[in-house]
C-alpha cells in the first residue's frame, strides 16, 4: 500500500522534567520500549527525546494508516516499537500496530525531532523537507509549509499547474486541474518548525510525466 506519514516535535517547546515524570511517559512509551531505549540508545540519545521520538513514530504512524482507516483513533499503547538503531546520522526502526507493521526513519538534532514512516525500510521514494519559520501561527504554519512543498513540486515538475488542497477527511492531498494525484502527502508543524513527506514511487512518477505530456 502507499501511503505517507511524518511528525516534528520542536525540543525548545518540550517540558524536560514533565516528561521524565512516570505517569507522562508511561503514556507514550510502555515498558518494553523503556527496555529497548536502555540497551541500545541510553548512551547516545536523552530519555525525554526518546520519549518524544516514540511520539513523533507514533504520531506518523497514525497518519500513515489512518488514509486507509478512516475511523482510526489515534492511541500510543496500541503502537509499539519494536526495533530502533541508528544508521549514519538517523535512527532507523520498526513500528507494529496491531498486525500492521511499518517502518521508520527519524532525525534527531537539537533543535528538533523529525519521523517519517513507510511500508518498507527503504525510503529512496519518500521525499521531505523541513523548515524553520519565524512564526508559530497556525495560519503562517499552514501557508509555510504549503509553499514549501509546492517548491519542491515545481523542482520535479515543472511543466504541470499542481495545488494542494485538503480531502474530507482532512489530510492534504496534491490536485490539478483534473482532480487529486495518487501522491499521498503529509504536513507536520510545531513551533516554529513545519515540514512535509510524500511518497514518488516509480508508477506515480510515470504518472505525473503522462499527465505533463498530456497537458
Known sequence: MTSTGNDIVALT??????????NFHSRIISSIESDLYYSDLEEQLAFEHFVWLAWSVKESTYKYLKRFDTGLIFS??????VELRRVAEYLHGAVQCGDQMLYFQSLVTNEFIFSIVNDTADFSETYWDIKQIDSADPA???????ELLLEKLVELFPATDLQITKSPYGWPIIA????????????THHDNFVAYSFQLTDSLWKAHQHHAEVL
Open 13 to 22: 517547546s518540550i517540558n524536560v522534567s514533565r516528561i521524565k515524570q512516570p
Open 76 to 81: 500510543s499503547p496500541k503502537m509499539r516499537i
Open 140 to 146: 503562517a504554519q499552514s501557508s509555510a509549509v504549503r
Open 176 to 187: 490539478n486541474e483534473e482532480g487529486e494525484l495518487p501522491t499521498p502527502v503529509s504536513f
